[in-house]
Every structure is written in C-alpha cells, then in structure tokens.
C-alpha cells in the first residue's frame, strides 16, 4: 500500500521557508524528511538530487577568490532553489482527503424524496423516482 503524506498550507510554507531563508544551504532537509516519512523512490531521488546540488555547490562557492563572484553559481543557486520551493509546495505534498467518504458529495436525490404518487389513485400503487423525469 502506497503511504501518503498529507500537509497543509501552512507546512508547506514553512518547509519553503526553511529552504530560503538558508540560502540553500538546509534545501535538502525538506526531502529527507518526505523520504523518510513516504519511503518512495522518487522521494530518496529528490533528496539525493538536492544533497549533491549541496555537495557540489558549496566546495565551488568556496574555492571561487574573484571579488564579483561568478554569476553561474548564482544562477544555479536561484533556479535550484526555485525548483525546490516549487516542488515544495505544489508537488511534493498530497492533498488532504476528506475526513468522510461522502463529503462535499451531496444526498442522492433517490434519497431526498419517498415514494411519489402516481397521478390517479389506485392505478398500480406508489411509483418510484423522479417525478420530472416521466
């Protein structure tokens, strides 16, 4: 059985908020957390793709000596922690089931009515079901 992971808004916030407010620096930690919590393959990809992003991007902030800084890492930061936002709050979360298995759906209107009368006594007894549809 597949496991879900259902979060409101305000958790997907705070997960994207998490990511930017670290300069990308803890963008992985959300990923670990739904790998760990749903355990699927696609869930450990995303972690994995986002710790090696961390790996390979923090040595070449590092190691760069230039004053303006290159501008190729900063692109690469803000577009992977776009995506990471992204993911974050529109595809990586499900969405919330209702709480009842009818819910929203409405009475069915067989249920609403008894039975209808049919239009002149004795002829064949109540009939069954919509009146407006005969």
Do not use: H
């Not at 259902?6 to 803890?26: D, K, M, N, P």
């Not at 819910?103 to 069954?128: C, K, L, S």
Request: charged letters at 15%; zero cysteines; glycine letters at 14%.
């Amino acid at each position: 059985m597949d496991k879900r992971l259902e979060a409101g808004w305000l958790q997907r916030i705070a997960w994207s908020v998490l990511a930017v407010g670290s300069v990308g620096l803890l963008v992985w930690v959300p990923f670990l957390y739904v790998a760990i919590r749903r355990g699927r393959g696609s869930d450990w990809g995303a972690f994995a793709a986002f710790l090696l992003y961390e790996l390979v991007t923090l040595p070449w902030a590092t190691t760069d000596q230039s004053d303006s800084g290159d501008p190729i890492l900063g692109v690469v930061a803000l577009v992977s922690i776009g995506m990471a936002v992204g993911m974050l709050l529109f595809a990586v979360f499900d969405r919330r089931q209702p709480k009842y298995r009818g819910a929203g759906r409405g009475p069915v209107p067989d249920q609403m009515r008894g039975p209808v009368q049919g239009p002149a006594q004795g002829q064949g007894g109540p009939v069954q079901g919509n009146p407006y549809l005969r």
